[in-house]
Every structure is written in C-alpha cells, then in structure tokens.
C-alpha cells in the first residue's frame, strides 16, 4: 500500500468540512433580502436573487453529498488529503460572493461568466482530492477500481468552460447550462456506494 504520507484520522476532516458547507449556506440565505409588500408580485423584481440562491443551494447539497460518499469510501486521509480537501472548500466559500452579484445583477454577462469559474475551480478541486485519496489507497482498493471511470466528471469542466464563454454573449444560455450540470450531479456518485458496499464484511473504511 503506497504511503507517502502519515496515515491520519477521518472525523475532524469531515466534521470541518461539514461545518465550512453549513456556514456557506447560511450565508446564502442571509444574503436573501425579504420585500416589504404582501403581494405575490414582490418577488418579481427578487426572482434572479431567488433563482441564483436555489441553484447554489443544489450545488453546495452535491458537494456536500460526494464529498460524504467519497470520504465514506476512503481507508485513511493524510497531509496531503487535508490540504486539497481545504483547496476544495476555498473555492466553494467563493460560491456565496458569486451568487449574490449574479444574482443582484440579474445574470449579466460578467458575474455568469465568473459564478461558472468558481464552479469549474471546485470541481477540479474536487478531481484533485480524489486523487490525493487514492495516492494512499490500498493497492487493491474498491475504491479505486469504482474511481477509475469518470463520465460525468470529465463532461462537467467542458460545459463549465463552454457556459463561461457563453455567458459573455447569452447569459440565460450559461445559466441553462448550469443547470444541466447540477441535473447531472442530483443523484448521488453511486461509484462510490459501490466501492463501500464492495468492501469485506467487517471493514470498516
């Protein structure tokens, strides 16, 4: 089993993590603003903000979600593992900035173009602390043999890349795409449920 690294418990890495996610959200809703009249017309001029946040709240739910199965499915975490799992988390502490000003300037071109950015960076974040995971699996681990094909994870960067230049010229495109993007991810990364449920009776990961 190839350690480079010293082999460290999971716990405090995912109650972290866990607790960066939360205060994410919360910052989210508390960037909502509440309109002052009765009428169910009141949300109109608040519509893109209300859009903005549900997007991201899906986003930051999938995260979330895979970030969870994959730790689940990981034997141990090292230096290494925690310092990407912070670059992951650096990138989606950004999602909260970017979703108020796309938001509050209803999907301009500019703040669609960079929340796609941030989209992308997290994402490739989240390929590196796959990576780094698996530099200190076992030879043999389920993990890596569920890890080893990626459909999904090689098509999201390229519609990230073509939103963020789309966004310049069709801003309601990019946010589309977007959206086809976390319609991919809603179901949770069975790759993952499979390497735990391939595991030997007993181990516990």
Known sequence: MPRSQPILKKGRLEAFSDGVLA????IMVLELKVPHEAEWSALLPVLPV????????VYVGIHWNNHHHLLAAAHHVGAGVMWSNLHLLFWLSLIPFVTGWMGENH?????????????LMAAIAYVILQRA???????????????AIDYKGR??????????VVAFFWPWVAGVLYFVVAAMWVVPDRRAERAIGAQPAGEEP
Not at 136 to 142: K, V
């Open 107 to 119: 999907f301009a071109p500019g703040p669609t173009a960079a929340y796609g950015v941030i989209l």
């Open 23 to 26: 205060i994410v959200i919360t």
């Open 155 to 164: 098509l999201s960067p390229v519609l990230y890349i073509t939103a963020i």
């Open 133 to 147: 995971i698996l530099a200190i699996e076992p030879a043999d681990s389920s993990l890596r043999r569920e890890l």
């Open 50 to 57: 209300l859009l903005s946040y549900v997007l991201s709240f």
